[in-house]
Protein backbone atom coordinates (compact mmCIF):
# COMPACT_ATOMS: atom_id res chain seq x y z
CA UNK A 1 0.00 0.00 0.00
CA UNK A 2 1.46 3.12 -1.33
CA UNK A 3 1.38 5.92 1.81
CA UNK A 4 2.81 9.54 1.62
CA UNK A 5 2.27 10.97 5.41
CA UNK A 6 3.40 14.53 6.37
CA UNK A 7 3.96 15.78 9.43
CA UNK A 8 5.81 18.90 10.83
CA UNK A 9 3.12 21.34 10.69
CA UNK A 10 2.06 24.06 13.33
CA UNK A 11 1.60 27.50 14.20
CA UNK A 12 4.42 30.16 14.04
CA UNK A 13 5.06 33.93 13.72
CA UNK A 14 5.60 35.44 10.78
CA UNK A 15 9.26 35.74 9.57
CA UNK A 16 9.82 31.90 11.40
CA UNK A 17 10.74 28.70 9.62
CA UNK A 18 9.34 25.19 9.61
CA UNK A 19 10.67 21.84 8.16
CA UNK A 20 7.52 19.65 6.55
CA UNK A 21 8.08 16.20 5.90
CA UNK A 22 6.76 13.44 4.02
CA UNK A 23 7.35 9.69 4.80
CA UNK A 24 6.80 7.88 1.58
CA UNK A 25 6.45 3.73 1.36
CA UNK A 26 4.81 1.44 -0.52
CA UNK A 27 6.80 1.57 -3.48
CA UNK A 28 10.08 3.29 -5.12
CA UNK A 29 9.80 6.57 -5.60
CA UNK A 30 12.63 6.61 -8.27
CA UNK A 31 11.47 7.33 -11.26
CA UNK A 32 9.09 10.23 -10.07
CA UNK A 33 8.87 13.92 -8.98
CA UNK A 34 7.89 14.12 -5.53
CA UNK A 35 5.72 17.96 -5.03
CA UNK A 36 4.12 20.04 -2.17
CA UNK A 37 1.03 21.97 -2.92
CA UNK A 38 -0.91 23.50 -0.28
CA UNK A 39 -4.33 25.02 0.29
CA UNK A 40 -5.61 27.93 2.02
CA UNK A 41 -9.46 28.26 3.19
CA UNK A 42 -11.58 29.09 0.38
CA UNK A 43 -8.73 29.00 -2.00
CA UNK A 44 -7.73 26.63 -4.90
CA UNK A 45 -4.92 24.08 -4.23
CA UNK A 46 -1.92 26.11 -5.38
CA UNK A 47 1.65 24.02 -6.68
CA UNK A 48 4.61 24.94 -4.56
CA UNK A 49 7.43 23.22 -5.85
CA UNK A 50 8.94 19.67 -6.63
CA UNK A 51 12.17 17.62 -6.24
CA UNK A 52 12.70 14.57 -9.05
CA UNK A 53 14.02 11.58 -7.05
CA UNK A 54 16.44 10.43 -8.91
CA UNK A 55 18.48 13.82 -9.87
CA UNK A 56 17.68 16.05 -7.60
CA UNK A 57 16.35 18.63 -9.39
CA UNK A 58 14.18 21.25 -8.12
CA UNK A 59 11.49 23.97 -9.57
CA UNK A 60 9.37 26.12 -7.09
CA UNK A 61 6.69 28.60 -7.50
CA UNK A 62 7.45 32.16 -7.72
CA UNK A 63 5.47 32.91 -4.50
CA UNK A 64 7.95 30.99 -2.38
CA UNK A 65 11.74 30.94 -4.26
CA UNK A 66 13.88 32.10 -2.52
CA UNK A 67 12.19 30.78 0.67
CA UNK A 68 11.23 27.78 0.47
CA UNK A 69 13.53 24.65 0.10
CA UNK A 70 12.42 20.96 -1.08
CA UNK A 71 15.15 18.44 -0.17
CA UNK A 72 14.74 14.55 0.13
CA UNK A 73 16.77 11.68 1.93
CA UNK A 74 16.87 8.36 -0.15
CA UNK A 75 17.55 6.49 2.25
CA UNK A 76 15.16 7.08 4.72
CA UNK A 77 12.36 7.77 1.73
CA UNK A 78 12.27 11.14 3.14
CA UNK A 79 11.48 14.16 1.39
CA UNK A 80 11.72 17.85 3.13
CA UNK A 81 9.85 21.40 2.89
CA UNK A 82 12.06 24.00 4.54
CA UNK A 83 10.28 26.76 5.00
CA UNK A 84 11.74 30.21 6.11
CA UNK A 85 10.53 33.66 6.31
CA UNK A 86 7.45 32.33 7.25
CA UNK A 87 4.35 34.96 5.87
CA UNK A 88 0.35 34.94 6.92
CA UNK A 89 -0.51 34.30 3.68
CA UNK A 90 1.62 30.80 3.72
CA UNK A 91 -0.94 29.99 5.65
CA UNK A 92 -2.44 26.23 4.28
CA UNK A 93 -2.84 22.82 4.75
CA UNK A 94 0.15 21.14 2.65
CA UNK A 95 0.29 17.95 1.17
CA UNK A 96 2.86 16.00 -0.80
CA UNK A 97 2.15 14.10 -3.90
CA UNK A 98 3.94 11.93 -5.79
CA UNK A 99 3.71 11.78 -9.87
CA UNK A 100 5.81 9.21 -12.20
CA UNK A 101 7.94 10.34 -15.26
CA UNK A 102 5.31 10.59 -18.01
CA UNK A 103 2.43 10.58 -16.17
CA UNK A 104 0.40 13.45 -16.21
CA UNK A 105 -1.29 13.85 -12.91
CA UNK A 106 -0.13 13.54 -9.38
CA UNK A 107 -1.09 9.81 -8.45
CA UNK A 108 -0.34 9.68 -4.59
CA UNK A 109 -1.46 12.08 -2.40
CA UNK A 110 -0.45 12.61 1.32
CA UNK A 111 -3.70 13.80 3.96
CA UNK A 112 -2.04 17.04 4.43
CA UNK A 113 -0.49 19.20 7.46
CA UNK A 114 -1.65 22.30 8.52
CA UNK A 115 0.52 25.21 8.88
CA UNK A 116 -0.58 28.42 10.45
CA UNK A 117 1.28 31.84 10.63
CA UNK A 118 0.53 34.66 12.65
CA UNK A 119 0.94 38.17 12.25
Known amino acids: QVQLVESGGGLVQAGGSLRLSCAASGRTFRNHAMAWFRQAPGKEREFVGF????????YYADSVKGRFTISKDNAKNMVYLQMNSLKPEDTAVYYCAAQEVGRDKYGYWGQGTQVTVSS
Open 51 to 58: ITWSAGST
